[in-house]
């Protein structure tokens, strides 16, 4: 890179790839290292998405005032853009980079033209054939296809050479699972399936050469506006395996009847999001078995159809619905892994879950009028995720428990509970969900939430916690915000790092065991919130009969060696006594 310092030729340099290996990282690294050896400099960040939002004369903008010092610079279009930016730049040494550039027009706009960089139809035309094909002459019988692979890669040299070295000696059929093989289709961390930008769109005209009918494709992804209005006339066939819609919102106002998803008996993804341009009336009869994922955010319909059973289905999420209840008799839905039903208002009771063996996450937040819960859940081995905030009404609850994964737990603003017994704190739900009318039958272990790691009890109307919440040996985070009855805090297991208490005002307690136990937590990963927490709050620690108090509101837990440590004396500061 060091040749291009003082050079007099205009150099570009192109670098290419899917998303995510780091090629904005080695642009900034590259950048930070030369731009002091320039006259002028400037790093366009994320040119495309600026583009989409805001337009190229800003880009132009920003580049211009960035290398030559100017504010306050008007330009009334992206061609008076190009003008400046030849004139002022022209007779500089400048460094500039484009990040995340996708189309000719922005490089036309930003870097004076794109033949500077990009290759045109017949010199991209003979590098992809040199490397597909090698010899001259053999990509006759594939000139249509080899015209659309060039159209598509748009110019970019490497691009051209890798396509074609992938795709030599291949035939059509096998050339997609080459893209597979050579990760131009990856998995992120966050388990979402990321393609490059050129393969979206290569499979994008793919689908729309399968019919000049949009209701007889394979995947209806286009803008809000054509689906919904396919839908609305009622033109989406048994061809239809993937309805997806993005978030962004029709322009246009639909009325759609419940009668338009009958036909697309194959669909596989259906995934709808909340839309108020959009009416659905009459009645949902019948809905695809093949569904793997359902997405239908603010769905108005109270029920599901009644044969509706998508035995494959991965991910459901119905969150926002109208939505009364799913199923009234168990379905075997053994490859379910996530259920969302936040803020369905209209759900009163959960469904069986007795045959959904393999759910791990199961969101029902926000659900207020939801009073029964089936028994069945406590059954859910592989659970990771039960959330319940909010479900200010739930009362009726399973006594039996074998959540051996169960690793969050969030019960924040169930307000529909009173003072449990200490019977009642021995099973699993007795974390202030039982109210004092209901007796248990058969008490079991705590034991059954051995891997809970956080715990979310906030704004509960209870006085106690149960003792047995020592047992819980991976237990993290425990949040009790908001529990204005709660007086005592019972022994925490050694696993705790973080205690939330804010607005606790009854807490007049916290038992410990033994002090050993809590001078392995260092005071910089120990943290008590209990902001608001008006009486006084007393820690026990015994060992030897002795009991070391700290009685302070808003407390910080002193051990004695950091008491021994002249570097920690500041942390006495406004502490009433220490003494035994």
């Not at 296809?145 to 051209?160: D, I, M, S």
């Not at 759609?256 to 909340?274: C, E, T, V």
């Not at 509970?417 to 248990?440: C, D, I, M």
């Not at 005592?488 to 007049?508: I, K, M």
Request: with cysteine.
């Amino acid at each position: 890179m060091s040749c291009f310092i003082g050079s007099n030729k205009v150099n570009m340099i192109g670098i290419c790839g899917i998303s995510g290996i780091g090629k904005t990282t080695l642009a900034k690294a590259i950048y930070n290292l030369m731009y002091v050896h320039f006259e002028g400099s400037c790093f366009c960040d994320d040119v495309k998405e600026v583009t989409k939002r805001q337009g190229l004369i800003q880009v132009q903008l920003h580049m211009i005032g960035k290398i030559m010092k100017i504010e306050n610079l008007k330009i009334s279009s992206v061609g008076e853009g190009i003008m400046v930016i030849k004139k002022m730049m022209s007779s500089k040494l400048i460094l500039l980079v484009l990040d995340d550039v996708d189309d000719h027009d922005q490089l036309e706009a930003l870097a004076g033209s794109a033949s500077w960089f990009l290759f045109s139809q017949d010199q991209s035309l003979e590098l992809f054939c040199s490397y597909a094909f090698k010899e001259k002459e053999s990509f006759r019988g594939f000139k249509e296809a080899v015209e659309k692979v060039v159209k598509y890669v748009q110019g970019h040299p490497l691009a051209l050479k890798v396509l074609g070295r992938f795709l030599y000696g291949k035939t059509v059929v096998t050339n997609i699972q080459v893209l597979v093989d050579k990760s131009l289709i990856t998995i992120s961390s966050n388990n979402s399936l990321r393609m490059h930008d050129l393969i979206q769109a290569m499979a994008r005209e793919i689908v729309r050469e399968e019919s000049n009918t949009p209701g007889n494709r394979s995947r209806l992804w286009a803008n809000p506006s054509e689906i919904y209005n396919i839908l609305s006339e009622k033109k989406a066939t048994q061809a239809v395996e993937i309805l997806d819609i993005q978030q962004k919102k029709s322009s246009q106002k639909f009325d759609i009847d419940g009668a338009a998803f009958a036909q697309m008996k194959n669909l596989r993804i259906l995934k709808l999001p909340k839309d108020d341009a959009v009416n659905f009336s009459g009645r949902l009869d019948c809905l695809s078995n093949m569904l793997r994922l359902l997405y239908w955010h603010g769905c108005p319909f109270k029920l599901l159809p009644s044969d509706f059973y998508p035995e494959n289905i991965v991910f459901i999420d119905l969150s926002y619905s109208s939505i009364k209840q799913l199923w009234t008799t168990p379905k075997c839905l053994r490859r379910l892994k996530i259920m969302k039903l936040r803020y369905c208002y209209n759900l009163t009771t959960t469904p069986d879950f007795s045959e959904v063996t393999n759910l791990e996450e199961l969101d029902l937040e926000g659900c207020v009028n939801l009073v029964s819960v089936h028994p069945s859940i406590g059954m859910l081995k592989t659970l990771v995720v039960l959330n319940m905030r909010d479900c200010r009404r739930a009362r009726s609850f399973p006594s039996k428990v074998e959540m051996d994964s169960l690793q969050v737990l969030n019960l924040s603003g169930c307000l529909n509970v009173n003072q449990p017994s200490e019977a009642l704190w021995s099973r699993w739900w007795t974390f202030g969900l039982l109210s004092k009318q209901q007796h248990p039958q058969r008490p079991v272990s705590l034991a059954g939430l051995y891997m809970l790691k956080s715990l979310n009890l906030s704004y509960c109307n209870f006085s106690i916690l149960p003792g047995s919440l020592s047992q819980l040996s991976h237990l993290r985070v425990l949040f009790v915000d908001g529990c204005k009855k709660l007086e005592v805090l019972p022994e925490l297991p050694p696993s705790v790092w973080n205690v939330y208490a804010s607005d606790c005002t009854s807490l007049r307690e916290v038992l410990g065991s033994s002090k050993d136990s809590y001078k392995q937590r260092r005071m910089d990963r120990w943290e008590w919130g209990l902001k608001n927490a008006k009486n006084f709050v007393t820690f026990f620690f015994e060992e030897n009969n002795e009991d070391y108090k700290v009685k302070e509101c808003g407390v910080r837990l002193i051990c004695d060696e950091d008491i021994q440590q002249e570097a920690h004396l500041s942390m006495l500061q406004g502490l009433p006594t220490v003494g035994s």
